[in-house]
């Protein structure tokens, strides 16, 4: 299982973004989708998560980023109001199982956000 991340960019203060995640290969059914991300220096850390309709969100994008996706594996972020702090290398992440039952836990390459004026 792929999954290609895209929709990263340069998006001065109070900008916006909207990244999607295209999920490819061998999928009978995906369980977890999410966004995460890792700032130089820092650790990685969960930003969004989907799952049967229920979302969960980090404190400091609430109310800011919104996670959906579509009935074809694509995973969306739409990321409003971002601020210098929002700067980071953000990957998508799937989990779930092949047609195969066999379980998968993958990782995109990840896309860069800067917020900068």
């Known amino acids: 299982v792929q999954l290609q991340a895209s929709g990263g960019g340069l998006v001065q203060p109070g900008g916006y973004l909207r990244l999607s995640c295209v999920v490819s290969?061998?999928?009978?059914?995906?369980?977890?989708m999410g966004w995460y991300r890792q700032a130089p220096g820092k650790e990685r850390e969960l930003v969004a998560g989907?799952?049967?309709?229920?979302t969960n969100y980090a404190d400091s994008v609430k109310g800011r980023f919104t996670i959906d996706r579509d009935n074809k594996n694509t995973l969306y972020l739409q990321m409003n109001s971002l601020k210098p702090d929002d700067t980071a290398m953000y990957y998508c992440?799937?989990?779930?199982?092949?047609?195969?039952?066999?379980?998968?836990?993958?990782w995109g390459q990840g896309t860069q956000v800067t917020v900068s004026s």
């Open positions: 989907i799952s049967g309709g229920f």
């Open positions: 992440h799937a989990d779930g199982r092949s047609t195969h039952w066999a379980p998968f836990d993958s």
């Open positions: 290969g061998d999928i009978y059914s995906i369980n977890i």
